[in-house]
């Protein structure tokens, strides 16, 4: 279940980012010890990342950045075109999975901050950009999923016979949860956004790689049993990274 690839970086300090076609000014490299070769990633608010093996040399992550420009630039365009009219700074924040919608208040602060008071959302930052925005917004949305996300884990254990040994909270940029061989749960806090079902679904999931640790017949049939929609679902998560909020993006 996947997102994707950059913009711009002068422009990352302004509320509206701003993209010139052709112009990959700056990148982040992402060290992988999983990775075989290199590859782009371009987020949908614009910022690169490459991803490289280790060891990669600097020469050649260069070379491969720039025989990669023209298609860069073309998918930076595609998401700029699709989400023109997305705030980066947002106005409202609705939580689909847990029936909140918060309104956002923003203040200046010496440091970077969010918290919840009733259905307002108070935000402060040394700046309004996204660079102090955005982690504040994601460090809460993290603090917050903890709490949902663990009573929902808990509910489908006992409903599922499936206990993890530990559960994580993150903000993964390409998938919605993972599951390790010593039995660790990963979700994403973004689900959140999502409907109770889809939320519901990422956890069943999820708990059912602790019995088949890969996606066999036997593992789908242990998922269908506990959520036979399970198709549907699925389909539309994994096309929901398109409208997934530019603000859970890591800015480059």
Not at 204 to 220: A, F, G, K, P, T
């Amino acid at each position: 279940m996947r997102a994707s690839l950059a913009m711009d970086s002068l422009q990352l300090n302004h509320p509206r980012l701003q993209h010139h076609a052709g112009d990959v000014a700056e990148w982040r490299v992402r060290v992988s010890k999983r990775a075989r070769n290199l590859r782009i990633q371009v987020f949908p608010y614009g910022g690169v990342e490459i991803v490289v093996p280790e060891r990669t040399r600097q020469r050649d992550i260069d070379d491969f950045v720039s025989r990669h420009r023209d298609w860069i630039s073309r998918t930076q365009n595609e998401y700029l075109a699709r989400r023109a009219n997305e705030k980066y700074l947002p106005d409202e924040i609705n939580l689909r999975a847990v029936n909140e919608r918060l309104r956002l208040v923003y203040s200046a602060g010496a440091t970077a901050a969010a918290r919840q008071a009733g259905d307002t959302l108070l935000v402060c930052a040394p700046e309004k950009t996204i660079q102090h925005v955005w982690p504040a917004l994601q460090g809460w949305l993290k603090r917050k999923a903890r709490k949902h996300l663990s009573a929902e884990l808990t509910y489908l254990s006992r409903a599922t016979g499936l206990y993890p040994s530990r559960l994580q909270v993150r903000l993964q940029q390409t998938r919605w949860g993972s599951c390790s061989p010593t039995g660790t749960i990963s979700l994403n806090a973004a689900v959140l956004l999502r409907s109770p079902e889809e939320m519901r679904y990422v956890v069943i999931h999820e708990l059912c790689h602790l019995r088949h640790l890969n996606h066999s017949r036997r593992y789908w049939q242990l998922v269908e049993r506990h959520e036979p929609a399970y198709r549907d679902i699925d389909g539309r998560l994994a096309a929901a990274w398109e409208s997934t909020p530019l603000w859970l993006s890591k800015p480059v």
